[in-house]
């Protein structure tokens, strides 16, 4: 069955970079699926942060643009997410998931979320 | 900017109660919507695609509904499994936002 598992180191200092990686089994991300980054903060709703797809097209949320990058790795079927300049309000468990379209879109596959804490 | 709301933030019911979330859009969005269902611990799973389509393996006592800004869900006899946090989700051409959120609670 389709697996997607994060990786990453889950602790940082105010304005490092986070680097995320998402490795899927039981599926190609070569196909008609995108691959997506979610973060949900303590006690908050999920919130998007980004997308690709196999050709590298991605899409942002407008309020992270400046500051992510989601890229792919079709040779190891990963994955990944770059989040500069960290602070504390970035605090969150980060999943990452899988978005198929049957008649609209809606994320089918999630990963068990990776906490990430940022603190000096 | 689309936003989301959800009512109620919080409900406490009965075993085989029917309940019932409220999810509304700030513009039209059409058939572009979602639910998930969230447990303490646990990613988000999917429940209801495309407003009222049953996601393979869910149980048939989730049912929804709505279109353009109003959206329902229900839930047609709370079981204790049901207990979780509720999430609509508007997903357009690219995703939307989520809804804050409807923890369900047994009474």
């Known amino acids: 069955q389709v697996q997607l598992r994060e990786s990453g180191p889950g602790l940082l200092k105010p304005s490092e970079t986070l680097s995320l990686t998402c490795t899927v089994s039981?599926?190609?991300?070569?196909?008609?699926?995108?691959w997506n980054w979610v973060r949900q903060p303590p006690g908050k709703g999920p919130e998007w942060i980004g997308e690709?797809?196999?050709?590298?097209?991605?899409n942002y949320n407008s309020s992270l643009s400046s500051r992510v990058t989601v890229s792919i790795d079709k040779s190891r079927n990963q994955f990944s997410l770059k989040m500069t300049s960290m602070t504390a309000a970035d605090a969150a468990v980060y999943y990452c998931?899988?978005?198929?379209?049957?008649?609209?879109?809606?994320?089918?596959?999630w990963g068990q979320g990776t906490p990430v804490t940022v603190s000096s | 900017d689309i936003q989301m709301t959800q009512s109620p933030s919080s409900l406490s019911a009965s075993v085989g109660d029917r309940v019932t979330i409220i999810c509304q859009a700030s513009?039209?969005?059409?058939?572009?919507l979602n639910w998930y269902q969230q447990k303490p611990g646990s990613a988000p799973r999917l429940l209801i695609y495309?407003?009222?389509s049953l996601q393979t393996e869910v149980t048939s006592r989730f049912t929804a509904s709505g279109s353009g800004t109003h959206f329902t869900f229900t839930i047609s006899s709370l079981q204790p499994e049901d207990v979780a946090t509720y999430y609509c989700?508007?997903?357009?051409?690219?995703?939307?936002?989520f809804g804050p959120g409807t923890k369900v609670d047994i009474k």
């Open positions: 989700q508007q997903y357009g051409r690219v995703p939307g936002p």
């Open positions: 495309d407003v009222s």
């Open positions: 998931a899988r978005a198929r379209r049957r008649v609209g879109w809606s994320f089918d596959h």
């Open positions: 690709v797809f196999h050709t590298g097209a991605t």
């Open positions: 513009q039209d969005i059409g058939g572009s």
């Open positions: 039981g599926d190609s991300i070569v196909g008609s699926d995108w």
